[in-house]
């Protein structure tokens, strides 16, 4: 299995300031034939399903807000909030769909500092 | 747009099976080419990939639950299903349904989710 790890496990930002928080796989999730990570983003607010933010590691899902942003190849990989807002405190996972099966990270939490 | 909404009893005894059901509505389960996913997540803890079948009825199972995993589709009725047998108090989570699209031959992420349903293994 893809073993994904993220780092941190929490943060804490101010209104307005940037969250940044990573990823890792245990191998590759770049498919060279087609030139894309298989690698997403999910938010997770309390009692709510996870949704999913961005994908083939830097593509935003439509209607996400332009101030979440992704990037990273191969192994690593980042999730950028660059304005924290109150509705951004969630917790966020990746997950590789590049093999089964599909695995997720143990999540950050952001919260507001 | 396609929705998705999860049912099945909250309680389960340990040996028995959990049987859920995944309906979806905006769309049909097999006009198109998509992956139906059921993945769980105990309280307070992360997210677990079950398994998926894909829109011809194909399966791909995690292979920690392989062995008591089986995932079908009901196109007549516009849903698919999760069996997991032998259940034990390890498997109390909240139960989502998911889709991903294809890209390729192989699956996208997972756009569309239900709001998950909680079930319980207790005697």
């Known amino acids: 299995d893809i073993v994904m790890t993220q780092s941190p496990d929490s943060l804490a930002v101010s209104l307005g300031e940037r969250a940044t928080i990573n990823c890792k796989s245990s191998?590759?999730?770049?498919?060279?034939?087609?030139?894309?990570?298989?690698l997403a983003w999910y938010q997770q607010k309390p009692g709510q399903p996870p949704k999913l933010l961005i994908y083939?590691?830097?593509t935003r899902e439509s209607g996400v807000p332009d101030r979440f942003s992704g990037s990273g190849s191969g192994t690593d990989f980042t999730l950028t909030i660059s304005s924290l807002q109150a509705a951004d405190v969630a917790v966020y996972y990746c997950q590789q769909y590049y093999t089964t099966p599909f695995t997720f990270g143990p999540g950050t939490k952001v919260d507001i500092k | 747009q396609v929705q998705l909404q999860e049912s099945g009893p909250g309680l389960v005894k340990p040996s028995q099976t959990l049987s859920l059901t995944c309906t979806v509505s905006g769309g049909s389960i097999s006009s198109d080419s998509y992956y139906w996913s059921w993945i769980r997540q105990p309280a307070g803890k992360g997210l677990e990939w079950i398994g998926r079948i894909y829109t011809s009825g194909s399966t791909k199972y995690n292979p920690s639950l392989k062995s008591r995993v089986t995932m079908s589709l009901d196109t007549s009725k516009n849903q698919f299903s999760l069996k997991l047998t032998s259940v034990t108090a390890a498997d109390t989570a909240v139960y989502y349904c998911?889709?991903?699209?294809?890209?390729?031959?192989?699956?996208?992420?997972?756009?569309?989710w239900g709001q998950g349903t909680k079930v319980t293994v207790s005697s």
């Open positions: 083939w590691a830097s």
């Open positions: 998911a889709r991903a699209g294809e890209s390729g031959s192989s699956p996208s992420a997972m756009d569309v």
């Open positions: 191998q590759s999730v770049f498919y060279s034939s087609d030139n894309k990570n298989y």
